[in-house]
């Protein structure tokens, strides 16, 4: 191979090594930004301009997060906006797309693909596109929602942890219940029990669900091996304590129960819980393929280098040509180790729960909200309380309660862009 | 019976015998692609201006057109029959015979005409009919309207 | 540069890598800086589709508007068929909507869009074979006989009657679905079945039913599995 091959085989495969154009923010016109963020609140106009800069790489993401937001501010109509765009997204079926086949490849990276989410974060899309339908009275597309959700739970590579997610199981049941269809709920709630012993399943005359919300999404990252970050390897963790709810009920003749919720689900038991994915076998080859390169190049180079030396001290034209041969050959691999591209994609849905409690009970009409504090896991008070309104909907009332809150901090999503680009602050363009 | 004349009946025996062996029994249905070919009616249809030669040669009323080339040599059509329903609509009938050892999904239509040969009502919407490796199925529609019906023209093409 | 005066010494060999070095170093560096440049490529603009083919962009395993307009269109000729329904001397009065229409299947939908895909398909096509009865404007009618009634507003031209209209028959249906899932590969199977009946809301017979039902498979790319 000739000296310009080599080099022209080294500007390519350094061409690739750079992050394509789609993982970077693009300039949205100001006028779409403004007519994009009316009518929105404005607590979320910096994650909606990122959205818009994102583009359709993040629009899921991006779409749930804000969806999500949009639920625990009220705005319902447009939480269940943004749901439907994410949804119909996850549900559209990735078989010919120009980005997800470049993401297979060797010099492009796994975030360069169009998110949709791990099994987990689908599901609890489904899981507010379901409440969200609960709560404006239609519990036959809320049932829809929560079996769909369960469905995306069918990926786990062990079969025990397959469709387990309890939360959308009960749910399933409690909107067939809110229907009138008491013996398909009452199956459903038989197939909870199978996945959560514990929690008091709802009686018949009940007629509000109390679900709350504690503590932090969990994390994902890249794994860690013995000596060495895996970057191919994606690893959950989870995002902290999740704080136990107790709740103040009050009945018509004026008494207050207080009841301690129990946990529904872990959502953090359900991201881990999914095994090996088929796409970690592909990421697992580009990192071999990067590892034998380094090591390729770092003998040639290191062969280049000696005979160089002996080149040089003997004076010899012929060994010089070979040591120029090997360090270029040496650079060439070293060049391939750095364009290959293997670390596994770690962006995720950031304002997700850690855990879900809930509880079920018959609340009079008169009762229009009741009060929730939250306990520490040893059980001590940590003195916050909040007052949550019960809103009725159909045959069935709801109460939604979060400890922290749904409005993510940072408007971006994490890893949802380049790290120079993470760190820029996100301005809203002055109206033309 | 020399040696020379035993071989060479001998050799014209299994050459018999490995013929009758190679003898292959297609099952049904034996589609013979060419004769049916030949027996596709070509017509004058009515023109846009009275005795004015039509463009369209084929596509005759009161049958089933293959529009589709990917399925021209895969189905037949062994016949249409048309009949009078108590409400006075009309129902169609078209049995399909996928004539391959493969799977096929076709999707057909049809148009009603009226005396004058017009369309009398929206053509229907594309139905979908699944036929397994060497089976017929059948393909129903039923007209809108009742006595305005006269005619009718089926389109298929390959389901996609 | 004369290249081969380079190469009389060994000694020259490591000027001679860092020329290269340099050589190579630029362009690459172009390249890096053009990484960050505006992705000035156009969208996909929109398009017109043929509501009664798939859709070219996105397809799923659910109900899609092909499945619509092809249930509507069979439902619609097969009760014009039926002799009970459409072949009455006196035309009989159907109430044709979404409120005993229960979707119990995986697929999130608004049933309006089939039901009233229907009704209006039907109305047009029956031509005085069938009489509709807008219970789902019930309210509105109600209003309005109300001010007529309290000389708010005038009788209008149409003669006034003593209650809105009763219906004989009445439209009920389910759609239900049955999922398949290859844990392994990801490939998705939705199995759809929509019934349709038409109720005698005196005695409670089913005097017409149709059905349709389909099946479809899917399988995501590998980077999502």
């Known amino acids: ?432 | 019976m020399n040696r020379h004349a035993i071989v060479k009946g001998s050799t014209v025996l299994v050459m018999f015998l490995s013929a009758s062996a190679c003898q292959h029994m297609e099952p049904a249905p034996i589609c013979d692609m060419g004769a049916i070919a030949s027996q596709r009616t070509l017509v004058s249809v009515p023109a846009a201006v009275p005795g004015g030669a039509s463009p369209l040669q084929e596509m005759p009323l009161n049958s089933v057109s293959i529009t589709d080339h990917r399925i021209l040599n895969k189905v037949y059509v062994r016949n249409v029959t048309a009949r009078r329903t108590p409400s006075g609509t009309v129902e169609l009938y078209a049995q399909v015979i996928n004539c391959t050892d493969h799977p096929l999904q076709t999707e057909a239509r049809t148009q009603f005409y009226d005396a004058g040969q017009a369309p009398a009502e929206p053509v229907s919407a594309w139905k979908r009919l699944y036929l397994p490796p060497r089976t017929s199925n059948i393909y129903r529609e039923f007209s809108l309207g009742t006595t305005s019906i006269h005619a009718y023209m089926v389109e298929m093409r390959e389901g996609e | 540069m004369d290249v081969h005066s380079l190469h009389r010494s060994p000694g020259n060999i490591k000027i001679l890598v860092g020329a290269r070095l340099v050589w190579f170093a630029i362009p690459v560096a172009v390249l890096l800086s053009g990484c960050q440049s505006v992705h000035n490529a156009a969208g996909t603009p929109t398009t017109y589709n043929d509501p009664s083919a798939p859709p070219p962009l996105a397809q799923g395993v659910g109900i899609e508007s092909q499945d619509i307009i092809g249930m509507t269109d069979q439902m619609m000729r097969d009760i014009l068929s039926n002799p009970r329904l459409a072949a009455q001397q006196k035309p009989p009065r159907v109430i044709i909507d979404s409120e005993y229409f229960v979707n119990e299947s995986a697929s999130r939908i608004n049933k309006n869009i089939i039901t009233d895909r229907l009704r209006v398909e039907l109305n047009r096509a029956a031509v005085g074979r069938m009489v509709f009865v807008g219970r789902h404007h019930a309210g509105m009618v109600e209003h309005e006989r109300k001010i007529k009634r309290d000389g708010v507003a005038d009788k209008g031209t149409v003669a006034p009657t003593a209650a809105q209209m009763g219906g004989d028959y009445r439209l009920g249906g389910r759609i239900t679905s049955q999922d398949a899932r290859a844990p392994k590969t990801g490939a998705a199977t939705r199995f759809s079945q929509i019934t349709f009946e038409m109720i005698d809301l005196e005695s409670g017979e089913i005097v017409w039913s149709g059905m349709y039902a389909f099946s479809k498979s899917q399988q995501d790319d590998v980077i999502y599995r």
């Open chain 1, 1 to 432: 191979m000739g000296k310009r091959h080599i080099l022209g085989m080294g500007l390519l495969l350094a061409a690739a090594a750079c992050a394509p154009t789609r993982e970077f923010e693009q300039t949205v016109d100001p006028g779409v930004v403004h007519a994009f963020l009316e009518g929105k609140p404005s607590v979320l106009h910096p994650h909606l301009v990122v959205t818009l800069r994102q583009g359709q790489r993040n629009r899921v993401l991006n779409d749930m997060r804000i969806g999500l937001a949009l639920f625990s501010l009220g705005q319902d109509t447009l939480a269940a906006e943004f749901f439907d765009n994410a949804l119909t997204a996850i549900e559209a079926v990735y078989a010919d797309n120009p980005e997800a086949e470049k993401a297979r490849g060797l010099f492009v990276r796994e975030v360069n693909k169009d998110f949709k989410g791990e099994p987990y974060e689908r599901a609890m899309a489904y899981y507010y596109r379901g409440l969200l339908y609960m709560r404006a009275g239609d519990y036959e597309n809320a049932h829809a929602s929560f079996t769909s959700g369960v469905l995306q739970d069918t990926m786990a590579e062990q079969e025990h942890y397959q469709a387990d997610f309890g939360l959308l199981i009960l749910l399933e049941g409690w909107a067939n219940h809110c229907h009138g269809k008491t013996a398909e709920s009452n199956d459903l709630y038989a197939d909870f029990q199978k996945h959560n012993a514990d929690f008091p399943l709802p009686a018949e005359a009940h007629n509000t669900l109390i679900l709350v919300e504690t503590g932090w999404s969990p994390v994902k990252a890249h794994g860690k091996g013995k000596e060495a970050e895996e970057r191919h390897a994606l690893r959950f963790f989870p995002g902290g304590e999740a704080e136990i709810p107790r709740l103040s009920l009050p009945s018509e003749d004026g008494k207050t129960l207080d009841v301690t919720a129990s946990a529904i689900e872990d959502v953090f038991f359900q991201a881990s819980t999914r095994g090996g994915r088929t796409f970690d076998v592909i990421l697992k080859g580009k990192a071999q393929f990067k590892e034998a390169s380094g090591a390729i190049g770092d003998a040639l180079l290191t062969a280049g280098v000696v005979t160089g030396t002996v080149a040089y001290t003997h004076d010899n034209q012929s060994a010089g040509y070979a040591a120029l041969g090997m360090l270029m050959a040496g650079l060439v691999a070293k060049g391939v180790e750095a364009a290959v591209q293997d670390e596994a994609d770690i962006r995720y849905w950031d304002n997700l729960p850690g855990t879900v409690f809930g509880h079920t009970a018959f609340l009079p009409k008169s009762v229009e909200s009741i009060d929730v504090t939250f306990l520490n896991t040893d059980g001590t008070a940590n003195g916050r309380t909040q007052t949550v309104p019960v809103v009725t909907a159909g045959a069935c009332r709801l109460v939604w309660a979060r400890s922290n809150p749904a409005v993510p901090f940072a408007p971006r999503a994490p890893f949802s862009a380049p790290e120079q680009v993470m760190s820029q602050p996100v301005a809203i363009p002055a109206r033309k």
